[in-house]
């Protein structure tokens, strides 16, 4: 997927909900069991699975444009080491937390969450 760096969010979870569609679409080219996929990530990474199992199947809702016609569902998630919670200013993270330099300001298009709380 892409990082924040290169794509604000919710495009992370846009591309891990196309990633599955794909897999889908292409199950038999790929001897790809599509009743059975899982998916996993590590910290950011984590989140974005979280995520992406979370709004599964929900049109609209952080959703993928391509592959409309295939599921968006996952069998199993593994998160480690997942962000769970953006929303807690007072739990640290790191030193610029809440900035808009801050990891999770990065994920927001380099916006301050406090300022931003839709995205």
Sequence with gaps: ????????????????????????????????????????????????ALLTAFTQNQK?????????????????VVAFNPVTDICQPDFPTTPNQGKADSPEGMEIGNKMFIENPSL
């Design 1 to 48: 997927y892409r990082e924040s760096a290169l794509a604000a969010f919710p495009a992370p979870v846009e591309d891990a909900k196309t990633g599955i569609r794909f897999l889908r679409a292409h199950a038999d080219e790929y001897k790809v069991d599509s009743n059975n996929i899982f998916i996993l990530g590590d910290s950011s990474g984590g989140h974005t």
């Design 60 to 76: 609209g809702v952080l959703d993928s444009k391509l592959y409309p016609e295939y599921s968006t569902e996952v069998n199993a």
